[in-house]
């Protein structure tokens, strides 16, 4: 079965520095992840996903993610984080028709 | 949000209850998709409806039965339940292009149900 895993539960940056959240993955075959973001009393807003091409993958909000293949990571990226970035942050793998999620990290912006 | 909507947002009920869960979608998708988000446990996939056929029932008990009538519509209905199946129910949609699975899911903002 296809799994992430997300090694932190909170992340604490100020705002203005880049922002990082990690997550792992395990998978058999190609792998398709994805980051979502969950605002409090919110769904899950949809960021960015690999699926194949550029390891580098830009998304919503100024967010990106870097596929790392030999370290099977899919790390969330954003170079100047801002408060409202604060929120819950899912990293999730496609198998077959399910979404397989994260625990989830919550990342706190500082001002 | 407005791709996906949820109703009721709130619910409050009893455990001899009945009660619906109704979710839209407006983004011309194929595929629609159950979720229950509990406190400190990862999203867990109730149901997966593909071209209004039930594709998929992860072990989910019988107190909550799925209903699609439509490519558009999604319906959650609720009895007996448990004060355990309180939580964010979650509803979500994809084109489902018959090329693995590959698309992305658009969720709604969800019903925030407890029991009582």
């Known amino acids: 079965a296809q799994s992430v895993a997300q090694p932190e539960d909170q992340v604490n940056v100020a705002e203005g520095n880049p922002l990082t959240v990690k997550c792992t993955y395990s998978?058999?075959?190609?792998?398709?992840l994805f980051w979502y973001v969950q605002y409090p009393n919110r769904g899950l807003q949809f960021l960015l996903k690999y699926i194949t091409g550029d390891n580098l993958v830009k998304g919503s909000y100024g967010f990106e993610a870097e596929f790392n293949k030999s370290q099977t990571s899919f790390h969330l990226k954003k170079p100047s984080a801002l408060v409202s970035d604060s929120a819950l942050y899912f990293c999730a793998v496609r198998d077959v028709y399910k979404l397989s999620f994260g625990a989830g990290t919550t990342v706190t912006v500082r001002a | 949000e407005t791709g996906v909507t949820q109703t009721p947002r709130h619910l409050v009920m009893g455990m001899t209850n009945k009660k619906s869960l109704k979710c839209e979608q407006h983004?011309?998708?194929?595929?629609m998709y159950w979720y229950k988000q509990s406190a400190k446990k990862p999203l867990e996939l109730m149901f997966v409806y593909s071209l209004e056929e039930r594709v998929e029932n992860n072990s989910v008990p019988s107190r909550f039965s799925p209903e699609c009538p439509n490519s558009s519509h999604l319906f959650l209905h609720l009895h007996t339940l448990q004060p355990e199946d309180s939580a964010l129910y979650l509803c979500?949609?994809?084109?489902?292009?018959?090329?693995?699975?590959?698309?992305?899911?658009?969720f709604g903002p969800g019903t925030r149900l407890l029991v009582l």
């Open positions: 998978v058999s075959g190609n792998p398709y």
């Open positions: 983004l011309g998708h194929n595929a």
């Open positions: 979500a949609s994809s084109q489902d292009r018959g090329t693995g699975w590959q698309e992305t899911q658009y």
